[in-house]
């Protein structure tokens, strides 16, 4: 295992976009112990939360015991929260004025029963009419009127129920990875970001502790290295929401794995979640209770990730994310999962499936392309690499359970793949590894065909082959 290692860079703005849903899980980490002591201490905490207030008819009344919640997640940009002259100025007119920003949105979908989750996030430069008039601005402009604008333009856009709602400042991303000890990332090559400090050149499993996270959930001008050349992510935002994605489910499986089993560890994990967040007036320390008495097997493969389907515009000189006309069906798809329709079902298109892209066949630039290519048609992107070894054919793992992700994935490639299961493949749902026969990505899937009774053995473990872009 690697430390991550970065040049020393200027004191970074204390930003990251996913802390809304790891102090959400905090909550549900510290709920699952109902019963098994430290329940007093936690509602002493929860006591402690701001509480925010809603005008009536701007939170949703809680559906019955157990059934599905919706909670909205805002991480906030106010000056109250930067620690230097130098941090503030970042902040531009908005800290200014003593404004805010939403840097990040995230809608989450807690079903009980079900023992899932899934989570939508909103790129904070999508265009869209805001509320109450519907003029057109960037949704993180709502948030400076404050978090009922926010709601009510959630809700006039995409028709969903917010049950409770859950803001989040900038102090608490750092501690709450050095709390569990740090995340750790594979990454098959060097990686970098000169605007946020990023600059890590190790290998392999990297542990990342706060300050290295930090710079690598924000990086939006994101490079990383394969076959000796630096290359950018060109997807931006986008990017940076997949990383980000990835990130949760490492860091949820490290906090489950450690927390729970060491009372001075989840004492820090409590005190750093409950310091940096504020909640509905609706919202109690009963409710995450009981939330969490119903997900004690909660695990990060329960938790399904979509992303707003976009591209890139102008808008009056501005440049935006607008979702085209040609993806609303599919957007109404993904909202249909967040406003209860047949819940039962899992919405399977390439914006549900995250996939990793690793060059097995030596070409220059493969892996980058490759996966530019997929996402450029909603599939989910882990970091591409180099494979271990080289392979003649192209190959897809996929992790237990990802079997029709696979299939779907396969319909994609023009020259076709062995579809192969892997279940150390856990960050991501499926592992694409293209071969000497790779060609390229199919604008349109070929038609589903019926599928084979059986797939292609994984190849056999020797001491030529070396383990694939293993998950740490």
Known sequence: MAAASADASPRLRRTWPQRGLIAFNVLLIVACLAGAGGIGYFYYQFGQLPKLSFSDGVISPDPPPGEPQNFLLVGSDTRAFVDSDEEASSFGSAAETGGQRSDTIILVRIDPQAKRAAMVSFPRDLWIPIAPDGHEQRINTAFSNGPETLI???KLNFNVPIHHYMQ????????????VGGVEIFLAGAVRDRVTGLNITDTGCVLFHGDQALAYVRSRHFEYQENGRWRDDPRGDLGRIERQQDFIRRALRKA??????NPSKLRRLVDVGIDNVAVDDSLSAHDILSLGRQFKSLTPDTLAQFQIPVVNANRRGASVVVVPEDEQDTLEEIMDVFRGVDPSQQLLAPTSIT????NGSG?????GAT??????????LAGPGDASSTYGRTTIFYGTGQLEKARLLERWLEAGADIVEDPNVQSVDVRLVTGEDFTSVLPFPREETAPSPTTVPPPPTTATTAPLAPDC
Request: glycine share 16%; proline share 2%; aromatic share 10%.
């Open 168 to 179: 989040v400042d900038f102090a608490g991303f750092q501690g709450l990875v050095d709390a």
């Open 355 to 358: 996939v990793q892209v690793l």
């Open 256 to 261: 489950l794995s450690s927390g729970l089993t």
């Open 152 to 154: 009510e333009t959630i």
């Open 371 to 380: 996966s530019e290519a997929l996402g450029a048609f909603g599939f989910q």
């Open 363 to 367: 070409r220059p630039g493969e892996a």
